[in-house]
């Protein structure tokens, strides 16, 4: 089975702060992606990554930056964490090159809240 | 990718197939129609995709009809398990990121 895994289930932080959201998966998996879900939105993508060192930007990637040093990791930083960034955030993985299909698979998600 | 409506809500008592529908009349000959279900407090599930013919799987089956402009996602013996919100998605099989745009969903809530 797939295992995708964040590294906080909870977490709260201050206005201001620096905010590292870490995600692994096991699969060798090429695709990663970073969501933030809020009610009555759904989920919005934020950054993806098709490889090591790479990546785009997805719709919202205002207030984040990403890195993928190693291709089981990818990492969200939040540079100054603001109020309006408190939110539940998914990472996702998937397998296949461009233009293949594959299901995502999800991690059980980081509530974040900015205080 | 193409627009997807769901209802917001519908209700299945446990051990009935619960019926879920989608209408994506917007889409395209090139995009697939794929469902997540999402669990309270979890992240989604992927369940299962499909393009024009019917699939089945352990967990579920996927109706589409002939025009493509609708779907049937079916679980044939829901459980109380099963209670979560279900996602239609299409998305283009000439994507090569695989975003998936999520709308609302529909709240299946199944009943003892």
């Known amino acids: 089975d797939v295992k995708v895994t964040q590294s906080s289930r909870y977490l709260v932080k201050r206005t201001g702060e620096k905010v590292f959201l870490e995600c692994v998966q096991d699969?060798?998996?090429?695709?990663m992606f970073w969501y933030r879900q809020d009610p009555g939105l759904g989920l919005r993508l934020i950054y993806f990554s098709y490889d090591v060192k790479m990546k785009e930007k997805g719709d919202i990637p205002e207030g984040y930056s990403v890195s993928r040093e190693k291709k089981e990791r990818f990492s969200l930083i939040l540079e100054s964490a603001s109020t309006n960034q408190t939110s539940m955030y998914l990472c996702?993985?998937?397998?296949?090159?461009?233009?293949?299909?594959?299901?995502?698979?999800f991690g059980p998600g980081t509530r974040l809240t900015v205080t | 990718d193409a627009k997807t409506t769901q209802p917001t809500s519908m209700d299945c008592a446990e051990g009935r197939a619960a019926n879920l529908p989608c209408n994506h009349s917007?889409?395209?000959?090139?995009?697939?129609v794929y469902w997540y279900r999402q669990i309270h407090s979890q992240g989604p599930q992927y369940i299962i995709h499909g393009l024009k013919n019917n699939e089945t799987n352990e967990m579920a089956s996927l109706i589409i009809t002939e025009d493509r402009k609708s779907s049937t996602l079916i679980l044939p013996h829901a459980t109380l398990r099963d209670t979560a919100v279900y996602y239609c998605?299409?998305?283009?099989?000439?994507?090569?990121?695989?975003?998936?745009?999520f709308g609302q969903g529909t709240t299946l809530q199944v009943k003892p």
């Open positions: 996702a993985s998937r397998g296949g090159s461009g233009g293949l299909l594959g299901e995502q698979y």
């Open positions: 699969m060798d998996h090429e695709n």
């Open positions: 917007t889409i395209s000959g090139n995009e697939y």
């Open positions: 998605i299409v998305r283009s099989v000439s994507s090569n990121t695989g975003k998936l745009i």
